[in-house]
């Protein structure tokens, strides 16, 4: 059995798809610190034909607590706003019809932890992109929090009695496969290939919100960005 465990980010980039993608369950690293300016409820999407990064504001979201405890201010007037931006940005792609409904379903939730309302943002997706990957959060199942680093990631594996470990390539040197190996598993890194395609007249920027990869290509096309990496 094939597993990843990755922290909650709001529309991730491609590549954090082509992970979940890989593995047969998904699990969202939920109950750890949250991370000033970190990713999780930022991303970068094209406006005017140039990236510009998008914030959802938090509730006294704070280093000191868990990502599970940060509440979302859904805030009319920011929602109504970046609609409009997305509108603006996006209203001569492709497939905007199509896409502009999974965002009103994330904001239209009514949960008030953020995490919650990620693991629903990504469920929203992979339910569009036909991904079958069993998402769940840590904090609901494995009991461990007294454990750090490696150590708490295998312990999970464990649990899972997974066979087969993948990890970010960003994670290169946090993990020893050869500790995982002892575990009787195997651990690689996915590394994504290079995904270019047309952003209407503009010049390619790479790596946006899988918002701008949805808003431009088909399912299909997406699927073949999904299976555009490597394992190392």
């Known amino acids: ?27 969202i690293y ?21 990236d510009s990064l998008f914030t959802i504001p938090l509730k006294e979201a704070s280093q000191n607590k868990l990502i599970n405890e940060i509440e979302v201010n859904w805030d ?11 509108e603006q940005s996006y209203k001569k792609a492709p497939f905007f ?10 904001l239209g939730q009514e949960k008030q932890i953020f995490s919650e309302i990620i693991v629903a943002n990504l469920q929203i997706i992979n339910d569009y992109l036909g991904i079958s990957t069993e998402i769940v959060p840590s904090s609901v199942i494995y009991q461990n929090t007294e454990l750090k680093a490696q150590n708490r990631i295998i312990d999970i594996c464990l649990q899972e009695k997974a066979t087969h470990y993948i990890n970010p390539i960003g994670g290169l040197e946090l993990y020893d496969k050869q500790v995982f190996a002892e575990k009787g598993m195997l651990m690689n890194f996915i590394k994504s290939q290079s995904v270019q395609y047309p952003q209407l007249k503009n ?30």
Request: hydrophobic letters at 50%; charged letters at 20%; glycine letters at 4%.
């Open 203 to 232: 010049e390619f920027v790479p790596w946006l919100s899988i918002l701008d990869v949805l808003m431009f290509n088909s399912v299909e096309k997406i699927h073949e960005f999904l299976n555009a990496y490597e394992l190392v």
């Open 76 to 86: 009319s007037a920011w929602k109504n706003k970046w609609v409009k931006t997305l």
């Open 1 to 27: 059995m094939k597993l990843a465990i990755m922290q909650p980010y709001i529309f991730p980039y491609i590549g954090y798809f082509q992970l979940i993608h890989a593995v047969d369950k998904f699990v």
């Open 97 to 106: 019809q199509q896409v502009m409904p999974l965002v009103e379903q994330t």
């Open 30 to 50: 939920d109950d750890v610190n949250f991370i000033n300016r970190g990713w999780i409820n930022r991303n970068r999407i094209l406006v005017s034909g140039k």
